[in-house]
Every structure is written in structure tokens, then in C-alpha cells.
């Protein structure tokens, strides 16, 4: 994987903590809204891009599940990549550094890579639907909810190519944390 790589997944998840932290920040500002009995929060002559001709209650929920998707979504790979995803599996610490690495070669060839790869064009259908009937809240919420959905896709991508990685890596004999770090 390289160091460079290793920054970038490192920027990724630095990034998906903004957007939970962010997420923080905007459940505080609804439940302030909700407290002084607010359902609009600013109003706009024109439309914006996302939030249309007004931030209300209902486009500030969507925004939090905005956030929580990029933060969830993007942070898929580059927690494969770095090997700090949690393991419930009980033959991996018990064999030895060979055989977890054949291990995590078939997880990947396996289960992994056939899941994320059949579920990439139904999630990428997904997206075109709502980018193409232009979906938006009818309640006063977030416009563009294309954007929400892409980061189901998105994801996809990148964990599908973090698995290529990651098998490239285990069938030189290393995992890509021990390639990260030299």
C-alpha cells in the first residue's frame, strides 16, 4: 500500500470524524430549534443547492443523515485498508501469520469482493432513479437526495478497490497494514 496511501486513508477518516462531529453540531442546532418552537431556521429568496429556499427542522435531519453516510460510507475502505476493522472470528488468532493471511485472502475472494461487487449496480440504480426523478423531500426537507444515496455506491467503489488492494498485497505474501508500514 505505500506510505501515500496510507495519508490518504488516514485524510479519509480524518474527514469522516469532521463529518461526525458535524453531525453533533447539527443535532444540537435542531434540538435548539425544537426548544424555541421553530420549524424554519432561515429563509432564502432564491433557491440553494441542498436546502432549497429555507434551512428548516426537516432539511437539518436530512443533513444529519447526509453526514452520517459519508461518514460511514467513506470510511469503509480505508479501515480495511489500515486493518482496524473489529474481527469476530475465531480461527484467525490462532493461526499462524501464513495462514491468517490465506484466510483473509479467501474472506476476501469469497464473501467480500462478491458482495460488494453484486451490490454495486443495484445501488448504482438506486441513485440514478432519484438523480433522474429528482427526488427531494416533500416535507421541507433536504432537495437533492440523489446525494445521499451516491454515498451508498460511492462506498461500494472504494471498499471494491481497497479489496483489490488488499488481495494484491495478501498474495505477495504481506497484509496491506505490514506493506503501509514498511
Not at 95 to 105: A, I, M, N, V
Request: aromatic share 10%; charged share 15%.
Amino acid at each position: 500500500m505505500g506510505a501515500w496511501n496510507r495519508r490518504w486513508c488516514e485524510r479519509i477518516l480524518d474527514f469522516c470524524g469532521l463529518c461526525l462531529l458535524a453531525i453533533a453540531f447539527v443535532i444540537g442546532l435542531g434540538v435548539a430549534m425544537h426548544l424555541l418552537g421553530l420549524s424554519r431556521l432561515i429563509d432564502f429568496e432564491r433557491s440553494y443547492w441542498l436546502v432549497g429556499r429555507a434551512i428548516t427542522f426537516n432539511s437539518l435531519m436530512g443533513l444529519q443523515v447526509l453526514l452520517f453516510s459519508m461518514a460511514i460510507m467513506l470510511a469503509l475502505a480505508p479501515v480495511l485498508l489500515l486493518n482496524r476493522h473489529v474481527r469476530v472470528d475465531v480461527l484467525h488468532g490462532r493461526l499462524s501469520r501464513r495462514g491468517q493471511r490465506w484466510l483473509e485472502l479467501g474472506g476476501h475472494l469469497g464473501f467480500a469482493l462478491p458482495f460488494f461487487g453484486f451490490l454495486l449496480w443495484p445501488a448504482w440504480r438506486f441513485v440514478e432513479r432519484a438523480f433522474l426523478t429528482g427526488e427531494r423531500s416533500t416535507d421541507g426537507g433536504l432537495n437533492d437526495l440523489y446525494l445521499i444515496k451516491a454515498m451508498l455506491p460511492l462506498g461500494i467503489v472504494m471498499v471494491l478497490v481497497a479489496l483489490l488492494i488488499a488481495i494484491a498485497c495478501l498474495l505477495r505474501g504481506r497484509t496491506p497494514r505490514e506493506v503501509a508500514h514498511g
